[in-house]
């Protein structure tokens, strides 16, 4: 099965208001952890895992990722580890593979989706990667039935917004906010619009990340419209502070989330 359709398979067959997808940081505190933390989440209800590479200058990443990325690199995190995570966790759920385009590139793109292929996972997300670079990177996903993930934003103008709708695979990464990721205490009241927007750009799934943190705003992104949710610095935030206690958030989410839309 390739791994647009198993994305899509798994948004589908949620039987939540909306799919729920945590995001996992590989080598984080420690390589081991990560597989752990990763487990906790399908158990308790995860759909879909975006699980993140440590990068030394994370663009799109608020501080508490920029310092778990930190931290895992400095323990010893390589890609190599990072796709035995990977492996570990896709048996049992779509994994994602969030990274930056020097990791994909400096190695040679065929060499770096050869390996993500064998871990089996589904996709790829790269968001310093612009749609007028991306058709090659695509293609090569697409012949390897990986998916290449694009990400949208408010501010992304209309013709823009219809582009890489029309490109993406496997779902369209919304950003609900302008700027990094992070937590903060309420989404903006103009939600339902931007999800709107990119659902008309698009016919894969699509789900909201960058600032969700809470169940409230779990349910809320959901009633929203959204198809699937993304939470990374609440749950990247719990694994500093105790790993055993991820898998409880991501449960407080996944019963937000419960129920027919």
């Given amino acids: 099965m390739s791994g647009a359709r198993r994305i899509g398979d798994a948004f589908a067959a949620s039987g939540k208001r909306a799919a729920l997808m945590p995001y996992v940081m590989a080598g984080f505190p420690t390589l081991a952890d990560s597989v752990a933390i990763g487990q906790a989440c399908v158990q308790a209800g995860a ?23 930190t931290r895992a690199l400095a323990a010893g995190a390589t890609m190599a580890g990072v796709l035995e995570v990977a492996r570990a966790l896709a048996p049992s759920v779509p994994v994602v593979l969030m990274c930056y385009a020097n990791m994909v590139f400096a190695p040679g793109a065929e060499r770096f989706l050869e390996r993500l292929a ?43 917004l219809a582009a890489i709708g029309a490109s993406a695979r496997g779902f ?24 709107a927007r990119a659902k008309a750009s698009t016919e894969v799934p699509v789900a909201l990340g960058f600032g969700i943190s809470t169940p409230q705003q779990a349910r809320q992104a959901a009633d929203a419209g959204a198809d699937g949710v993304i939470v990374g610095t609440r749950l990247v935030r719990a694994a500093a502070e105790e790993p055993d206690g991820v898998g409880e958030v991501v449960g407080e989410l996944a019963a937000a989330l419960a129920g027919p839309r």
Avoid at 47 to 69: F, M, R
């Fill in 172 to 195: 369209l990464y919304t950003v609900s906010v302008v700027g990094t990721t992070g937590e903060r205490d309420a989404l903006q009241a103009r939600l339902a619009e931007v999800i």
């Fill in 47 to 69: 759909d879909v895992i975006e699980l993140g590479v440590p990068y030394s200058d994370p663009l799109a990443d608020g501080p508490v990722i920029h310092a778990a990325g």
């Fill in 118 to 160: 064998r871990s089996g996972a589904c996709g790829l997300i790269v968001p310093d990667l612009p749609l007028e670079e991306a058709a090659e990177l695509r293609g090569a996903c697409d012949s390897r039935d990986l998916a290449l993930v694009p990400l949208v934003a408010p501010t992304t103008p209309p013709e823009r």
